[in-house]
């Protein structure tokens, strides 16, 4: 499975920003798709994640503000990111599992100023 982020960018705080990424490869292998992010001096940490029976999983840091997608013809997932704010400047990496592998994304910055 091959995974590529675009969308990434600088918005001021309050503003949205819609990151995508598209999935290739053993796409119908994929059991959970979704997003983490990594900011400076700080762990990888869970977005935002879909599973393929469709239940949702959100940090609550996001919760209210950010909304994940997936379209599983175009083999794509989305993450609508609303009332950004300074603390979620991060590079966004888009990540995807099956039974035996997880997959990673290279990453998008999403810079946020205030």
């Known amino acids: 499975v091959h995974l590529v982020e675009s969308g990434g960018g600088l918005v001021q705080a309050g503003g949205s920003l819609t990151l995508s990424c598209a999935a290739s490869?053993?796409?119908?292998?994929?059991?959970?798709i979704g997003w983490y992010r990594q900011a400076p001096g700080n762990q990888r940490e869970l977005v935002a994640v879909?599973?393929?029976?469709?239940?949702?999983n959100y940090a609550d840091a996001v919760k209210g503000r950010f909304t994940i997608s997936r379209d599983m013809v175009e083999n794509t997932v989305t993450l609508q990111m609303n009332s950004l704010s300074t603390e979620d400047t991060a590079v966004y990496y888009c990540y995807a599992k099956n039974l035996l592998y997880e997959y990673w994304g290279q990453g998008t910055q999403v810079t946020v100023s205030s």
């Open positions: 879909t599973s393929s029976i469709g239940s949702t």
């Open positions: 490869g053993s796409t119908f292998s994929i059991n959970a």
